[in-house]
């Protein structure tokens, strides 16, 4: 069948953060393309508008909540039930034609309902879930958490991960490959157009940013490991003098970084304007003459790179296999070897010295976004498409 499609949604995301801009954007592009999307959640996104890091609104109990990570553990296993009752509640109302579940660390409530209405189930994975709590020794009940992901992994009719080198290890954790499609993240075009492009000349002057400068944008939420320090290496360089990194978004590595820059007689140069307000975060990405992603984990799909390929602005990002899934070095973006200043700052050079090069690499990234269709448009005719492949496999 080819649809509309009645969809079952369940997440379990407290926090407002990427995690959630994926399920607002996707449930969007569902309910743009005719079909029907139920939401259910312990804190529903769907509702809420699209935001660079925290939504301004007050923030729910639950995601308030702080405590223990034996305790908060505790929880997740015991919603597993609650989200269970809510789950077939739901599907009595609606009749899905499937569950659509994000995966979430001892959950397998989307599998025990698909299962028990007899609609297939299609298991979002953004993340080796076990593997990283583990690696961050954040996990408190290891053998039943390990033994849930791959009851789920294994049962679930369509394994969308964000990236192949993700999908890889979501197979030695219990997928079957047969059942594997690689879904990344993506983007909104729309949100790049004329408004923002004009609005974007009005950011710059009111930073006292004037048309010689060259900004490279990092948007998110900063942590150590982000490495950020490593444009601080390239900044006092003989020729980057008209480089200004531009910040926007909060975290811990902020202030640190503020502090370094201060002392090294940076300070003018970094600027850290915190949280952007959703709907004027594209005129300040557009804003840039470049975009950084200075690391990023070994199997993740950062919002970060699909939001600027769609703004034609050129990007600087690691050189890694589950980038390179999406970019080219030196066609749609620019690489460099991870960690290394020394090669970005060689990266770097290339974008600030070459104008030109700059805006057709640029432009070059927003041609391969939109002829691969790395938007949310894009993802969510790739999830009805999966589904209807599983319909049509069935026998009647």
């Known amino acids: 069948m080819n649809g509309p499609y009645r969809i079952l949604y369940h997440h379990r995301i407290r926090s ?36 660079a890091a925290r939504d301004a609104a007050p923030r729910g109990l639950w995601q308030r909540l702080r405590l223990p990570r034996a305790a908060t553990e505790v929880l997740e296993i015991l919603y597993d039930r609650a989200g269970r009752r809510r789950l077939a509640q739901a599907a009595r109302e609606l009749r899905p034609h499937f569950v659509y579940e994000r995966h979430a660390l001892h959950c397998r409530s989307g599998l025990d309902v698909a299962r028990a209405f007899g609609v297939p189930l299609l298991l979002e994975v953004n993340s080796p879930m076990v593997t990283e709590m ?51 993240n993506g983007a909104d075009p729309r949100r790049y157009g004329a408004d923002a492009r004009a609005a974007a000349a009005a950011v710059r002057a009111r930073l006292g940013l004037d048309d010689g400068a060259f900004v490279l944008g990092f948007v998110g939420y900063a942590r150590p490991w982000h490495r950020l320090d490593l444009l601080l290496d390239v900044l006092g360089r003989p020729g980057f003098g008209a480089v200004v990194l531009l910040l926007m978004g909060r975290g811990p590595a902020i202030e640190p970084l503020l502090a370094a820059a201060a002392a090294r007689g940076l300070g ?9 307000p959703a709907e004027l975060l594209p005129a300040h990405v557009l804003a840039c003459d470049g975009a950084l992603i200075p690391a990023i984990n070994e199997y993740a799909s950062p919002l970060k790179l699909f939001d600027s390929l769609a703004a034609g602005v050129p990007t600087l ?10 970019v080219r070095d030196g066609d749609s973006a620019l690489l460099f070897t991870p960690g ?57």
């Open 134 to 184: 583990q690696r961050l020794g954040s996990l408190c009940f290891p053998a039943r958490a390990r033994a849930t992901e791959r009851a789920v992994l294994a049962g679930a009719d369509a394994v969308l991960a964000v990236t192949a080198v993700l999908g890889g290890m979501l197979v030695q954790a219990g997928a079957r490959r047969e059942r594997l499609h690689v879904v990344g």
């Open 268 to 276: 003018a140069r970094v600027r850290a304007l915190g949280d952007v």
């Open 16 to 51: 407002d953060d990427g995690q959630a801009v994926h399920v607002r954007e996707l449930i969007g592009a569902l309910r743009e393309q005719g079909h029907t999307v139920h939401e259910c959640a312990l804190v529903p996104k769907s509702a809420g508008g699209r935001s």
């Open 340 to 396: 290394s200043a020394d090669d970005l700052a060689r990266q770097l050079g290339r974008l600030v010295h070459d104008r030109t090069f700059a805006r057709a690499l640029g432009a070059a990234g927003r041609a391969a976004l939109d002829a691969h269709e790395w938007t949310w448009a894009g993802n969510a005719a790739r999830v009805a498409a999966i589904y209807a492949a599983l319909a049509a496999a069935v026998p009647r």
């Open 317 to 326: 990002a690691p050189d890694q296999p589950n980038l390179r899934e999406t």
